[in-house]
């Protein structure tokens, strides 16, 4: 469980960053500006998959191994 926590806790953590990278640089890449629903709401989104990725972190250390 704490490996999976740690997978998705990654995963968030690397969507959220992409989303900022495509705001402020233009690159383009990532999945959040690719959803339909988010459009306008980019940086939102990805500003709440950094929290959820810090989330998960606290989530997964706070969990035993196994």
Do not use: C, N
Not at 5 to 26: I, P, Y
Not at 53 to 63: K, M, N, P
Request: no cysteine; aromatic share 14%; proline share 0%.
């Amino acid at each position: 469980m704490k490996q999976s926590l740690e997978l998705f806790g990654f995963l968030a953590l690397v969507q959220g960053v992409a989303g900022l990278v495509h705001e402020f640089t233009d690159w383009h890449w990532g999945l959040v500006q690719k959803v339909g629903f988010l459009d306008g709401y980019e940086l939102y989104a990805s500003v709440a998959l950094l929290v959820l990725a810090i989330a998960l972190f606290a989530a997964a250390e706070s969990r035993k191994s196994g």
